[in-house]
């Protein structure tokens, strides 16, 4: 089994738990975690090596009460401990997911066509980072998208095909684009899961330009709207008026 490149890192957690520190007490926190990571528990001499001429200051007054001391005299720090057992358990799930080790008999586990394959992206904490960012974002966009259908199969679409920070700007600019345009204005407003399964077709999407004399038609309301106090009778009076005198009219011509 390969080595895994990555552990769960909780920035509230560290900020709580380091902030009567130094700013070069918590770089020399974090050069003995790296250590603990990639060579296991450690001695107290690795520990004066890392530190160098900063242990006889920094070791007994701050950092030695972060690390616990087992029974062969090695140091390490319990909660990178959890962390990396909890992060093996997640990995081997999922390769027996994979491979429908666990409850699953399908060939390719019930995440198969979804995980990639593991040698290929050991480094799970990368996306799951990721996704958290991820998962904020497209709860700020749901906030926005004017039509609330579909939400389950929108936050599928949207999850599937926004995985960098350039995805994430150019869906926030295609609904951008989407939202002004006159469809939407005009309350014909898809539904959201469609909506998010096609968002790559709005992002360079510009309203058509409507050829000279193509414009919108002119409505009832508009042709009459200078008619004032006159009725249609009266309108229709003055109409066969003229037309009495051999005039030819329009009722739109009397309106205008």
Not at 175 to 186: D, P, S
Request: hydrophobic share 30%; glycine share 8%; with cysteine.
């Amino acid at each position: 089994m390969s080595k895994d490149p990555a552990f769960l890192f909780y920035p509230s957690d560290w900020m709580g738990g380091t902030m009567t520190m130094s700013r070069a007490q918590k770089g020399a926190y974090i050069d003995l975690l790296m250590c603990q990571f990639n060579q296991g528990h450690m001695t107290i001499e690795d520990i004066k090596i890392i530190l160098g001429k900063d242990f006889d200051t920094m070791w007994e007054q701050k950092l030695k009460f972060k690390f616990r001391c087992n029974k062969n005299g090695l140091y390490y720090n319990e909660r990178l401990e959890e962390e990396k057992e909890k992060r093996q358990k997640y990995i081997l799930s999922r390769r027996n997911n994979i491979s429908g080790i666990n409850q699953y008999s399908k060939k390719s586990g019930h995440m198969g066509g979804h995980m990639e394959d593991e040698d290929e992206n050991i480094n799970i904490i990368d996306n799951k980072i990721d996704q958290g960012i991820v998962k904020g974002e497209f709860e700020k966009l749901w906030e926005l998208y004017p039509k609330k259908d579909g939400r389950k199969a929108a936050e599928k679409h949207f999850n599937t095909s926004v995985k960098t920070e350039e995805d994430l700007k150019n869906i926030n600019k295609a609904l951008n684009n989407y939202i002004k345009c006159e469809t939407v204005k005009n309350g014909f407003i898809k539904n959201g899961a469609t909506w998010f399964n096609n968002w790559q077709d709005w992002i360079d999407w510009q309203e058509p330009i409507k050829p000279a004399g193509q414009g919108r038609k002119e409505c009832e309301a508009d042709r009459y709207k200078n008619v004032g106090d006159r009725t249609l009778d009266d309108i229709k009076r003055e109409a066969r008026s003229r037309a009495g005198n051999k005039e030819p009219v329009k009722i739109g011509d009397i309106v205008k």
